[in-house]
Every structure is written in structure tokens, then in C-alpha cells.
């Protein structure tokens, strides 16, 4: 019992001295050193600091990078810790460029939002406004500098088309990706847009102990961050296009407003495209001034549109390739079937005329495509009829998506039942006849006529184009792959599609062939021209806006085709003249890489 009372007194005065101790540290911490502490707790906080995520890269074909980053440094500003927003407007104004009253605005939106939240104040400063900020911190409270990343496109203009641009996220875009901040920018067009959810990361954050000024408080207890979680980097986006193919189709397209698309006619992939005039995504990328933003909506020129799957055209006679596949199929003809041309074809009361003034003469069916004869396929229209050529129309693609992962628009596949249900209006026969040369309400896209002449080069199959082949993962594996897909079949039988091979080769090669400016010693090509003429409804000042549409879509080898090669140039005249000889500089090109095993 002695031994016990012993025991219990030792863990009494161990207890004790414990509290004793205890309560003198807190003496010393609140009554000494307590006016301190209360100045450490007021001016100072835990502060969470963003790690951004770096945005996944956008590759060609071969791994070379078009879109990568580059260090930012932004502003922003904490609206807890202004304490004076007209002298902090008063003191940033002349340094970063921007009106006193928009600095106040910002501070005032900021504060209504939350006060707890940084705002973005201005992007990518230069080095003497950061070394001035740098400098100045004390005097500037609630003034944060952060380093981000922003994208810079390697080649300029090159493929904007395709790659798109960036901008500020809207509320709309807030709620499909929900770890992405109010001040954010994402891909708002083309491939930046569409492969979003992989080329944005994950950004992560520290914890920080900082003072009023955003500098970071040393003190022994917090020798380390408080907490630490890394950002993960944004996935890598490989696309179908070769760099070498696509600078040299954009260089053979040169200042001519139009668009170029070139596939493999086997896989569907797409190895260049190219729309102009274009703009420099580089402009979107610390947000475009309302100024240059309304321009390029109002520019007549369309910078932003991707004429190549969003512009629709009459496709002159390089639809004559399907008006003489329904007329084979349907047996209205064979390759033996002539008809005379004396430049012009009486249709009831009315007269259509060949863009051969003085006529052909007496063609068969290889000869026509040949030389293009308007009257010859007049006269298949008239044995066919619209039900008839339509179903066609619709087998090549016609009127419907391609697929393609950019935004594309599908043109229109006219047929009886399209009128009355569009137009209100019945079917006159006489719109079979212009149907028939790619006229009247047909339209396309110059993606649409590219897939078609693949249809025709690979021998019947419609196969989806794509622009990406893979996404990699920041650590090297593959998160998506994608592989050959085709969408449809032209249902045709090889003796018909070799016949329209054979007569497609002629046009470039043989003495009378109308694209013969796309001829080439070293591999053989397969081609149609078109010439659409344009319907105005208005009375224009401008005479270039009366000239035809040019056309030429292409396939090679024509033994074995590989690639097919379509390009329009708008208001450019004769498709023989201007567009082929473009044609046969890609052409050129990529017989020069594929030499060097490139493509």
C-alpha cells in the first residue's frame, strides 16, 4: 500500500511539473511575445499557390512539334489584400499599359466574385514590368505574380485551319470541365477544341505561409511548404499531318483564296489541309482585342472559316465522275455510248451550253471526261433522270459528314424530295441537266470531293478522314488510338470503277486531257478538272466575284494511288489552268519525301 501511495505521488508531481510547464510556455508566448504573435496571425496566412499544368503539345505525323509552351508571367491581384484600389490603380497603370479606371473595374469585379480569389490583371508582362512589380512588392499589396504557360505555335500560320485557337473560358465550357479556373484559357476552335479534355492537365498547388505582400514567410516552424501536390501536364495530340507536305501545299496555294486537302485514299488519313486567307492563332493568345476580333468576323474574306470542310462550292465538272458512274451502273450508257456535241444541247425551250464554244464533235464516254464535254453529259442526265442520278449523288457523300473531327458543313444533295421539302417547290427536269455537270443546287465541300476521289482510287470505299492519330499520355502511353474506319461503300463493280480510272488518267496524260498542267515525268497522276461557274443574285462592283470557281482533284500513283489531292480556288478561272499546276507542285512534293521514306 506504501509502495503504491509512493508511486501515485511521483506520477502527481510528474503531472504537475508537465502543466507547470505548459502553462508557463503559453505565458511566455501570450503575454511576453504575445504583441509578436498577434502581428504574425493579422499579417500573415496560409496562402494555397497554383502550380499550372503545362497543355498538352500538338505533334506531325513524325513526332515534330507545331504547338508547344512557353513560360507567361501574369498578374493577378487578391481583392482581400488591396487596401487602397485607386493608389494601386494609380501605381500599376503606367506600367503594364492599362487605364486606371479598367484596373479599378477589375478590382471591383474581383471583389464581388470573391475577395479570397486571385483575378487575372494582365498576361504575359515583359521583363521590366516584372522587375519593376518584382521591386515594388511591399507597396504593392494584393498584387500577385504567377508564372504560367502559353502556347506558341512553332510555324506561325501554318495549319491554323486545323489547329484553331485559344481563348477565355466562358461560363458554358466552366461546367464541362470542372477543373479548369474562371481566368482560364481553352481551345475554342479546331484541334485545340476538340482534343480539350487531354491537352489540358491537371494543375496542382502548394502551401505556402506568406505575409500581406505575397512573399513567403521563413520562419523555424515552417521550414517546407505546408503541403505540396503536383501539377500533371496536359497529353500530347498526334496529328495525321505531315509538316514538309503541309508548308508545301500551303506555299503551292500560295495568296490565292481557296483550300487544299490531301489523304491517303487507303487509311483516310489526312496529310495536309490547308484554307486561306487564315489568321495567327498567336493573336488569340492573351486574349484578342474587341477591335481585331470584330475584323476577322466581318472581314469578307472569312479568315476563320475552314473553307477545306466548311466551305461548300458547286463542284463544276469534277462531278461528271459521278454522273458517268450512274450512267454505267444504271446502263443508260457503256464506254462505246457516243453522243455529238456542237457546243450547245437544246432541252425543251431551253439551250445549255458546253464550255467548248465550237463543240467536240463526236465523243464517247473516256473521250468526254477527257476533254470534259459538257453536251455528253447532258444527254446522260436526260436517260438518267434525277431519281436516278441522286441516289449516286448520295452514295459518294454527298449532302451528308464526312466524319472529320473538325467542324464541317455537308453541302447539299439535291433530289425531288429535297426540293419540294426545302424549296416548296417541284422538280423541273431541266435542273437534272446543269445537276449532272455539278451545277444547279448541288454543293460540297472540297474535303467531301477529296473522299470522293479516294472512293473512286481505292476502288469503291468511303473511309472516314482523320486528322489525329494518337494521344500520349505525359509518361508515354497511348490513351487513344485511331485506326482506319470506313463509312460507306459506293457499291460499284470494279469493270465500271476502272473505266473512270482509265479516263481520269487520260485527263492528265493524254494530248487532250484538260488537266495535263498537273503531269508528271516521274509518277503518273489520275485527275478532273472542274470550271463552276458562280450565280450571283446581287449586282457587285467587284468582277472577281463573277469568275468561275477552279477546281482539280487528284489521285497517285494512278496505277496504285496512294494519295489523293483535291484543291479549289475561288473565283480563279479555268480548274485546268490554275488549280491543277498546284496540284502538281503537292504532288511534287510528296513524291520528294516519299523518296526520302518520310510519307
Given at each position: 500500500?506504501?509502495?503504491?501511495?509512493?508511486?501515485?505521488?511521483?506520477?502527481?508531481?510528474?503531472?504537475?511539473?508537465?502543466?507547470?510547464?505548459?502553462?508557463?510556455?503559453?505565458?511566455y508566448?501570450?503575454?511576453?511575445?504575445?504583441?509578436e504573435f498577434?502581428?504574425?496571425?493579422?499579417?500573415?496566412?496560409?496562402?494555397?499557390?497554383?502550380?499550372?499544368a503545362?497543355?498538352?503539345?500538338?505533334?506531325?505525323?513524325r513526332?515534330?512539334?507545331i504547338?508547344?509552351?512557353?513560360p507567361?508571367?501574369?498578374?493577378?491581384i487578391l481583392?482581400?489584400?488591396?487596401?487602397?484600389?485607386d493608389?494601386?490603380?494609380?501605381?500599376?497603370?503606367?506600367?503594364?499599359?492599362?487605364?486606371?479606371?479598367?484596373?479599378?473595374?477589375?478590382?471591383?469585379?474581383?471583389?464581388?466574385?470573391?475577395?479570397?480569389?486571385?483575378?487575372?490583371?494582365?498576361k504575359d508582362?515583359?521583363?521590366?514590368?516584372?522587375?519593376?512589380i518584382e521591386?515594388?512588392?511591399?507597396?504593392?499589396?494584393?498584387?500577385?505574380?504567377e508564372?504560367?504557360?502559353?502556347?506558341?505555335?512553332?510555324?506561325?500560320?501554318?495549319?491554323?485551319a486545323?489547329?484553331?485557337?485559344?481563348?477565355?473560358?466562358n461560363?458554358?465550357?466552366?461546367?464541362?470541365?470542372?477543373?479548369?479556373r474562371?481566368?482560364?484559357?481553352v481551345?475554342?476552335?479546331?484541334?485545340?477544341?476538340?482534343?480539350?479534355?487531354y491537352?489540358?492537365?491537371k494543375?496542382?498547388?502548394i502551401?505556402?505561409?506568406?505575409?500581406?505582400?505575397?512573399?513567403?514567410?521563413?520562419?523555424?516552424?515552417?521550414?517546407?511548404?505546408l503541403?505540396?501536390?503536383?501539377s500533371?501536364?496536359g497529353?500530347?495530340?498526334?496529328?495525321?499531318?505531315d509538316?514538309?507536305?503541309?508548308?508545301?501545299?500551303?506555299?503551292?496555294?500560295?495568296?490565292?483564296?481557296?483550300?487544299?486537302?490531301?489523304v491517303?485514299?487507303?487509311?483516310?488519313?489526312?496529310?495536309?489541309?490547308?484554307?486561306?486567307?487564315?489568321?495567327?492563332?498567336s493573336?488569340?493568345i492573351?486574349g484578342i482585342?474587341?477591335?481585331?476580333?470584330?475584323?476577322?468576323?466581318?472581314?469578307?474574306?472569312?479568315?476563320?472559316?475552314?473553307?477545306?470542310?466548311?466551305?461548300?462550292?458547286?463542284?463544276?465538272?469534277?462531278?461528271?465522275i459521278?454522273?458517268?458512274?450512274?450512267?454505267?451502273?444504271?446502263?443508260?450508257?457503256?464506254?462505246?455510248t457516243?453522243?455529238?456535241?456542237?457546243?450547245?444541247?437544246?432541252?425543251?425551250?431551253?439551250?445549255?451550253?458546253?464550255?467548248?464554244?465550237?463543240?467536240h464533235?463526236s465523243?464517247?464516254?473516256?473521250?468526254?471526261?477527257?476533254e470534259?464535254?459538257?453536251v455528253?453529259?447532258?444527254?446522260?442526265?436526260?436517260r438518267?433522270?434525277?431519281?436516278?442520278?441522286?441516289?449516286?449523288?448520295?452514295?459518294?457523300?454527298?449532302?451528308?459528314?464526312?466524319?472529320?473531327?473538325?467542324?464541317?458543313?455537308?453541302?447539299?444533295?439535291?433530289?425531288?424530295e429535297?426540293?419540294?421539302?426545302?424549296l416548296?417547290?417541284?422538280?423541273?427536269?431541266?435542273?437534272?441537266?446543269?445537276?449532272?455537270?455539278?451545277?444547279?443546287?448541288?454543293?460540297?465541300?472540297?474535303?467531301?470531293?477529296?473522299?470522293?476521289?479516294?472512293?473512286v482510287?481505292?476502288?469503291?470505299?468511303?473511309?472516314?478522314?482523320?486528322?489525329?492519330?494518337e494521344?500520349?499520355?505525359?509518361?508515354?502511353?497511348?490513351?487513344?488510338?485511331?485506326?482506319?474506319?470506313?463509312t460507306?461503300?459506293?457499291?460499284?463493280?470494279?469493270?465500271?470503277i476502272?473505266?473512270?480510272?482509265?479516263?481520269?488518267?487520260?485527263?492528265?496524260?493524254?494530248?487532250n486531257?484538260t488537266?495535263?498542267a498537273?503531269?508528271?515525268?516521274e509518277?503518273?497522276?489520275?485527275?478532273?478538272?472542274?470550271?463552276?461557274?458562280?450565280?450571283?443574285?446581287?449586282v457587285s462592283?467587284?468582277?472577281?466575284?463573277?469568275?468561275?470557281?477552279a477546281?482539280?482533284?487528284?489521285y497517285?500513283?494512278?496505277?496504285?494511288?496512294?494519295?489523293?489531292?483535291?484543291?479549289?480556288?475561288?473565283?480563279?478561272?479555268?480548274?485546268?489552268?490554275?488549280?491543277a499546276?498546284?496540284v502538281?507542285?503537292?504532288?511534287?512534293?510528296?513524291?520528294?519525301?516519299?523518296?526520302?521514306?518520310?510519307?
Amino acid at each position: 500500500m506504501r509502495e503504491y501511495k509512493r508511486r501515485f505521488l511521483l506520477v502527481t508531481i510528474i503531472i504537475a511539473n508537465a502543466f507547470l510547464i505548459l502553462v508557463g510556455r503559453l505565458w511566455y508566448l501570450q503575454i511576453v511575445r504575445g504583441e509578436e504573435f498577434e502581428k504574425f496571425s493579422l499579417d500573415n496566412r496560409v496562402r494555397s499557390i497554383r502550380i499550372p499544368a503545362p497543355r498538352g503539345r500538338i505533334l506531325d505525323r513524325r513526332g515534330r512539334e507545331i504547338v508547344v509552351n512557353r513560360p507567361s508571367f501574369d498578374i493577378y491581384i487578391l481583392p482581400e489584400d488591396i487596401q487602397n484600389p485607386d493608389t494601386l490603380s494609380s501605381l500599376l497603370s503606367p506600367i503594364l499599359g492599362i487605364e486606371p479606371n479598367t484596373i479599378r473595374s477589375k478590382i471591383k469585379t474581383a471583389l464581388q466574385k470573391s475577395r479570397f480569389k486571385p483575378a487575372l490583371l494582365a498576361k504575359d508582362i515583359n521583363r521590366d514590368q516584372l522587375a519593376f512589380i518584382e521591386a515594388r512588392k511591399s507597396s504593392l499589396p494584393g498584387v500577385l505574380v504567377e508564372v504560367n504557360h502559353i502556347r506558341r505555335y512553332n510555324q506561325g500560320t501554318l495549319g491554323a485551319a486545323f489547329l484553331g485557337y485559344m481563348g477565355k473560358i466562358n461560363e458554358d465550357e466552366l461546367k464541362l470541365y470542372p477543373d479548369v479556373r474562371v481566368d482560364d484559357v481553352v481551345g475554342k476552335s479546331g484541334i485545340e477544341k476538340g482534343w480539350e479534355v487531354y491537352l489540358h492537365g491537371k494543375d496542382g498547388y502548394i502551401q505556402k505561409l506568406t505575409d500581406a505582400f505575397g512573399r513567403e514567410v521563413k520562419w523555424s516552424l515552417f521550414k517546407e511548404d505546408l503541403h505540396r501536390q503536383d501539377s500533371v501536364p496536359g497529353s500530347d495530340v498526334v496529328l495525321s499531318i505531315d509538316l514538309d507536305l503541309q508548308y508545301a501545299a500551303e506555299e503551292a496555294l500560295g495568296d490565292r483564296r481557296g483550300a487544299v486537302v490531301a489523304v491517303n485514299v487507303n487509311s483516310g488519313e489526312i496529310l495536309a489541309l490547308v484554307s486561306h486567307p487564315t489568321f495567327d492563332p498567336s493573336d488569340f493568345i492573351k486574349g484578342i482585342d474587341a477591335a481585331k476580333w470584330k475584323y476577322l468576323l466581318e472581314d469578307k474574306s472569312s479568315p476563320l472559316t475552314n473553307r477545306a470542310t466548311q466551305g461548300v462550292y458547286p463542284p463544276g465538272s469534277v462531278f461528271k465522275i459521278v454522273t458517268a458512274v450512274a450512267g454505267l451502273a444504271e446502263g443508260v450508257i457503256n464506254s462505246d455510248t457516243y453522243f455529238y456535241c456542237p457546243g450547245r444541247y437544246k432541252f425543251g425551250k431551253k439551250t445549255f451550253k458546253c464550255w467548248k464554244g465550237g463543240g467536240h464533235g463526236s465523243l464517247n464516254l473516256h473521250q468526254a471526261i477527257v476533254e470534259s464535254c459538257d453536251v455528253y453529259f447532258y444527254n446522260v442526265a436526260e436517260r438518267l433522270g434525277i431519281d436516278r442520278l441522286s441516289r449516286y449523288i448520295k452514295r459518294f457523300g454527298f449532302g451528308t459528314p464526312t466524319g472529320i473531327e473538325l467542324n464541317e458543313k455537308v453541302g447539299i444533295s439535291p433530289s425531288r424530295e429535297w426540293k419540294v421539302k426545302t424549296l416548296k417547290k417541284p422538280w423541273y427536269e431541266g435542273e437534272t441537266i446543269v445537276t449532272a455537270i455539278g451545277q444547279g443546287y448541288l454543293s460540297a465541300t472540297p474535303l467531301q470531293i477529296a473522299i470522293m476521289t479516294s472512293a473512286v482510287a481505292n476502288g469503291e470505299k468511303l473511309i472516314k478522314p482523320r486528322v489525329v492519330r494518337e494521344v500520349i499520355s505525359p509518361d508515354g502511353k497511348t490513351l487513344a488510338r485511331y485506326n482506319r474506319q470506313e463509312t460507306g461503300n459506293i457499291g460499284i463493280e470494279g469493270t465500271i470503277i476502272n473505266i473512270i480510272k482509265d479516263a481520269l488518267e487520260g485527263v492528265v496524260n493524254e494530248p487532250n486531257g484538260t488537266g495535263r498542267a498537273a503531269r508528271l515525268d516521274e509518277m503518273v497522276v489520275a485527275g478532273k478538272t472542274g470550271t463552276a461557274q458562280v450565280v450571283s443574285s446581287s449586282v457587285s462592283t467587284n468582277q472577281e466575284d463573277y469568275k468561275d470557281h477552279a477546281w482539280f482533284t487528284s489521285y497517285a500513283p494512278a496505277g496504285n494511288p496512294e494519295i489523293a489531292v483535291t484543291v479549289l480556288v475561288e473565283h480563279g478561272g479555268k480548274g485546268g489552268a490554275v488549280a491543277a499546276p498546284i496540284v502538281k507542285q503537292i504532288l511534287e512534293a510528296y513524291l520528294k519525301l516519299k523518296k526520302e521514306g518520310s510519307v
